[in-house]
């Protein structure tokens, strides 16, 4: 099990400054792989943005978990089976996130975003390194 990341944790491994940091905290690690996260507070979420912070999880997940790809860049190369349940409302969401599988260099998780226990949305993300030019 990994030690919970912090906020400085979250900005060294992201390289994003805000605003573009969307992760503030990891809530959990629990037994079985899933991880939580919290996101920022903010006045206003668009599902776009939950998108996002739902990349920024998994590639939190892929960094943490492996320290040779601590250094990697990643980039979405699909958001799949992308479900939006509710109009997503201020404040602070949590995200639940579990690795499906690696292949190809390849990393594949489930992502679930939820406002006061309500699921706002629901999604496939899946990463690819950046090659060095």
């Given at each position: ?13 992201l390289r994003h400054r805000p605003p ?114």
């Amino acid at each position: 099990m990994n030690a919970m990341l912090g906020p400085d944790d979250i900005a060294a491994l992201l390289r994003h400054r805000p605003p573009a940091l969307l992760i503030a905290a990891e809530l959990e690690v629990a037994e079985d792989g899933q991880r939580r996260f919290a996101t920022v507070a903010r006045d206003e979420w668009h599902w776009t943005q939950l998108l996002d912070a739902a990349a920024q999880a998994a590639g939190l997940c892929v960094r943490s978990d492996d320290a040779a790809l601590a250094g990697r860049a990643f980039v979405v190369a699909a958001y799949e089976r992308v479900v939006q349940a509710s109009r997503p409302g201020p404040g602070v969401h949590t995200l639940a996130v579990r690795r499906l599988r690696s292949f190809l260099q390849m990393h594949q998780f489930t992502v679930t975003i939820a406002a006061g226990g309500v699921q706002v949305l629901a999604a496939q993300v899946t990463l690819a390194p950046v090659e060095a030019a």
